[in-house]
């Protein structure tokens, strides 16, 4: 038994080992990349911009399961929340074109009623909070804005109360149509609904804090804006090996070679929160899960929007041109990032949270 068995519990230790790919999560994702990247390239992600998503994706994904990994035994899940993280990471690399971090989200919020509010991983389906705190009675919903929404059969809303939230779960198309915004990220378009007086298909009560039930949808969002900063970056990273100025490669100046250093740190400190987040949650770590959730959210973002910005600069006037790709990664970075709080205000919470004082 080695010194670190003796003082720790094999649970705290297994946790820990979490932290890390196992051979079996490496595989999850590399067999992600190769799927959805090879099925939807960025060429699909550039046909967005005629205004409609890429035929046969969504079936791509639920075909494969992808929405069931890290959802509980009881709703017929395979793994954990790691394993979540690890698949929407490698998701958010590809720039995956289908609404998988929505329909993730919506089931991981819903996952935690514990049985209550039905899920169903194979229609896809998002995510909103309500704006405001709703008093007794019947919550007040009114507008939402629904990140990857225009796809959704069903509407998971999160609604701040005095005390605790309530979850409801409302069917996308009762809702009537939706004002759709394309022009940030058009393979990842935010729809606008409002719910005025229509019914709840159900809803639940949760006695506990806001960012506690958004702490497993906040890490899947960490994930994915990961992802997304570990593509640009890699990308940034092979043009500055390739590209030659001066007879040199331009890797080899100080101002792109440390410029890239700061991005990969900040990428490397994404994931270590956003696997920290997930290991505290599928242990049911609560606290710290919500407090890490939230950390992990916020240097995801940074890092994303970072990361495109930095391939922008290393591909210098190219990097400016519709032809390239680094707008696809610059403007999916800048459409995800603000959903759930942007990185002040997850920094703000986290604070708050550890002070044990309101947001």
Known sequence: MSPAEERWPGSVLESWRDLVLTDERRELTETVRRHLGGGFPLEAVRACFAGSQPEGAWA?????????????????????????AALLEAAGEVLVPAPLLAT????????????????????????????????????????????????????TVVVPREQGVTVAQFDAAALGPAEVHRHVDPSRPVAVFDAGETPPLSHADDPRPLDAVLAPARTAVAADLTGTAAGALD??????????????????????????????VAVERARSLTRAAAVALAGASAP??????????????????????????????????????????????????????????????AVAARRGVPA
Do not use: N
């Not at 994904?61 to 979540?84: F, K, Q």
């Not at 909070?129 to 059969?153: F, K």
């Open 60 to 84: 791509a994904v639920s075909g494969a399961e992808y929405t069931s990994i890290g959802l509980p035994e009881w709703a017929g899940g395979l793994g954990t929340l790691v394993d979540a």
């Open 104 to 155: 993730a989200m919506s089931l991981q919020t819903l996952s935690q009623a514990g049985g209550v509010l039905p899920l169903d991983p194979a229609r896809p389906a998002a995510l909103a909070v309500a704006d405001g705190v709703s008093g007794p009675g019947r919550p007040a919903i009114g507008r939402l804005v629904v990140l990857d929404g225009v796809l959704a059969e069903r509407l």
């Open 235 to 264: 990308r940034a990273v092979r043009h500055a090996l390739d590209r030659e100025q001066f007879g040199r490669k331009i890797g080899a100046f100080q101002a792109v070679k440390h410029r890239l250093a700061d991005v990969y």
């Open 288 to 349: 710290s899960g919500a407090e890490l959730s939230l950390l992990a959210k916020a240097a995801a973002s940074e890092a994303a929007v970072d990361a495109s910005r930095a391939l922008v600069q290393v591909l210098g006037a190219m990097g400016m041109t519709f032809e390239s790709d680094a707008h696809l990664f610059f403007r999916r970075a800048q459409q995800t990032a603000p959903f759930l709080g942007s990185a002040a205000v997850c920094y703000r919470r």
